[in-house]
């Protein structure tokens, strides 16, 4: 076959969406097909629209390029929410000619909503007062809406948001599809665990903004400080610099916090394999890529019960779970692994076995599966 793939976001591997987008195209080839990936730099290299309105301005120039050639792809799979010009332009058109269109998704924009709301009522997230969350109702959600609702089939990385693409779309069973994010070989790696030596370094992975839990994440680790001496923080990942990040933290413990705002790929497993503990307390996600890649190095995990993170953790068994939103919960599990050493080896190594379910070629049989139904719904009677 030959697939689009299409998102709106920048062509760097190290980031989210689009690593998600350069290893399924690297998988799908390996099976034999051809790929074509689109960022938004390489449609809009020179936006000409407002800033506010670029997902919007991508999305049409993703349909406008689509319908120039219609005949170059056998199925087009684009990211929510930018294939919605699309989508909207292939249900209403009159030509056959149009490849089938398949998006793509990470979670619900409805969990986005509900868990800033939350915050907002805290005294948080103050990006999410009542204009910006009548804006994103009346602009974000709606391109996220069309964008599921006139596809001819879907993959969401989530449950949550599978069963939502669903039940709120009116999509019979069998159009949406879950499908994981995935994890790379690289990322199996061995680890030593000691029942003597107590585990002292903490990494969360990920872009410092409210919605990944973040304050939590500094009440947890203020809250520990002080009963375990010699523990220490890494935030990796975070794309902000140093000041900002420890600004949130009390400046008795900032000395104990490591920022590094950006690393390549070829850095992570290290990462990974220098620390003892992975904490990421999201309020909302897909399903984090961080997380399985920890995983997949044998680390022990603290996450949430929110979105993605518990279609992959199983409380106990894996990993730990807390509830999103909670720091004294968040900070008695961290413990737990601190004075519990044969719980941290039993779920470090249950995690990496889970984790060998979730690497990308697995993940590309399953996107290849959905492709090849959407591409036989263009030929069917």
Request: glycine content about 6%; aromatic content about 12%.
């Amino acid at each position: 076959m030959n697939i689009l793939i299409a998102t709106g976001v920048r062509r760097v591997r190290e980031a989210g969406a689009a690593s998600v987008a350069f290893h399924h195209a690297d998988e799908l080839e390996k099976l034999g097909h051809k790929v074509e990936l689109w960022f938004m730099g390489d449609l809009l290299p020179k936006p000409r629209w407002p800033a506010r309105f670029a997902s919007l301005e991508f999305a049409a120039a993703v349909s406008k390029r689509i319908k120039q050639d219609p005949s170059r792809f056998d199925v087009a799979n684009i990211h929510a929410p930018w294939g919605c010009v699309y989508g909207v332009a292939r249900k209403w058109s009159s030509r056959s000619d149009l490849p089938p269109y398949v998006f793509t998704m990470q979670g619900s924009e409805e969990r986005y909503a509900l868990a800033m709301r939350f915050e907002h009522q805290k005294g948080r997230a103050t990006n999410f007062a009542w204009k910006n969350r009548v804006w994103h109702r009346l602009y974000h959600q709606r391109l996220y809406d069309y964008s599921v609702a006139t596809a001819n089939f879907g993959a969401v990385a989530a449950r949550e948001g599978w069963t939502l693409s669903e039940l709120k779309y009116s999509h019979p069973s069998g159009r949406i599809w879950f499908v994981p994010n995935g994890t790379d070989e690289e990322f199996f790696l061995p680890r030593t665990f000691s029942e003597s030596a107590a585990p002292n370094k903490l990494l969360f992975v990920g872009t410092w903004l409210d919605r990944k839990g973040i304050y939590y994440l500094v009440d947890a680790f203020s809250a520990l400080a002080s009963e375990l001496p010699a523990a220490t923080l890494t935030v990796a990942g975070c794309v902000v610099g140093d000041p900002e990040v420890k600004a949130d933290f009390p400046s008795a413990i900032r000395d104990r916090v490591t920022v590094i705002p950006q690393l390549s790929r070829g850095e992570m497993p290290q990462l990974y394999t220098s620390h003892d503990l992975f904490v990421f307390p999201s309020l909302v996600e897909g399903m984090p890529l961080s997380l399985l890649e920890a995983m997949a190095t044998a680390m022990p995990v603290v996450t949430t019960t929110a979105c993605g993170m518990a279609d992959v953790v199983e409380n106990e068994y894996n990993g730990l779970l807390v509830p999103a939103a909670d720091a004294p919960a968040l900070t008695a599990a961290i413990r737990r692994y601190f004075t519990e050493p044969v719980l941290r080896q039993r779920l470090g190594r249950v995690a990496q076995e889970t984790a060998r379910r979730y690497t990308w070629k697995n993940i590309a049989v399953q996107m290849e599966h959905i492709f090849k139904l959407a591409a036989q719904s263009r030929t069917a009677p």
